[in-house]
């Protein structure tokens, strides 16, 4: 805008300018002729016609100057405009973000005579957090205490080790290899340290030994735990062996017991299964809440009878 009005400045300059020149180029008057009347009226005239003449050049220069300049504003075409862009787009490509890699979907080489046991929970829980998987970003509490028994009061994590004790010796007589992720109440292992524990002894069978509960009194029966299709964590291969591992398992301890079968829960949320590489079954023995399968399971016998239904279990899939 600046520069236009000084455009249109420079053209009212140049145009008086040769107004001026002209006026002076006309013939003088003399002081006499001035002072006639009709010399005074004919000099009148030809002034009016001078400055007439000089309005009109101004008007038509400044014309010129402001339809120049209102050109030179005019927006390009959009062709024009259309061209330099896509010349800067073949110049400069857009690159795409690289996706976030999923996580390795992997399993190790297993040992069908190494079994894995691991008695649920702990004497004191940990609630620090970690991913219940490889590259998840939800996380849970590393280990939790567990339930408590309704009519014994005793700790699920006690009951779980003792029952896993039982199935240690039981197993060993029977030619086995056992690695146990715990064989005391005062550890402090993750769900995730004790995957860690299944996955370096390459076992053929990873045991998880848990207890139920229920707000529900009368609810009773044994439940198994196991990674459902498409879990994002694990291999189909591992999902696949875990789902037959965990049917066997629940269908011995039931055979031997008596107790309900409830079957199998499918999951993909549970730490302690996604971050196993070999085949795992989480079994809910019982609920601790029902006061007779409460009474059951902190019975010595039963616990014998529920380690060696399991272990049957764990025979028929891994022969």
């Not at 028994?149 to 029977?174: C, D």
């Amino acid at each position: 805008m600046i520069s236009l009005i000084a455009v249109i400045v420079l053209g009212i300059g140049i145009v008086v300018g040769n107004s001026w020149h002209t006026k002076t180029q006309q013939p003088k008057v003399s002081t006499t002729t001035i002072t006639n009347s009709t010399a005074k009226g004919e000099a009148s005239k030809e002034e009016k016609e001078a400055l007439k003449s000089s309005e009109q050049a101004l008007s038509e220069a400044t014309k010129k100057v402001v339809d120049s300049a209102n050109k030179k504003e005019e927006p390009a075409t959009p062709q024009q405009t259309n061209q330099p862009q896509q010349k800067q787009e073949t110049q400069q490509p857009q690159t795409q973000q690289a996706p976030t890699p999923a996580p390795v979907k992997q399993a190790v080489p297993t040992n069908n005579k190494v079994v894995c046991i691991d008695a649920g929970h702990q004497r004191y829980g940990n609630s620090a957090k970690e991913p219940i998987g490889p590259g998840a970003t939800q996380t849970k509490a590393k280990v939790t205490t567990g339930a408590t028994g309704i009519r014994s009061h005793r700790t699920e994590s006690q009951i779980n080790l003792e029952i896993a004790l039982k199935l240690q010796r039981i197993l060993q007589s029977r030619g086995y290899t056992v690695v146990m992720c715990r064989t005391s109440q005062d550890v402090n292992l993750s769900n995730k340290e004790r995957a860690d524990i299944a996955n370096k002894a390459h076992a053929g069978a990873f045991i998880r030994l848990h207890c139920d509960s229920s707000d529900n009194q009368s609810v009773n029966g044994v439940t198994g735990l196991a990674p459902a299709s498409g879990n994002p964590y694990l291999s189909s291969s591992i999902v696949s062996s875990s789902q037959s591992l965990t049917r066997a398992v629940v269908n011995g301890l039931c055979s031997a017991t008596g107790a309900k079968n409830r079957g199998l829960s499918l999951v993909n949320n549970m730490s302690g299964i996604n971050w196993t590489q070999v085949p795992v079954a989480l079994v809910e023995m019982g609920f601790i809440s029902n006061p007779n399968e409460d009474a059951n399971l902190t019975n010595d016998a039963y616990q014998e009878k529920v380690a060696n239904g399991i272990a049957n279990g764990i025979a028929s899939f891994l022969h």
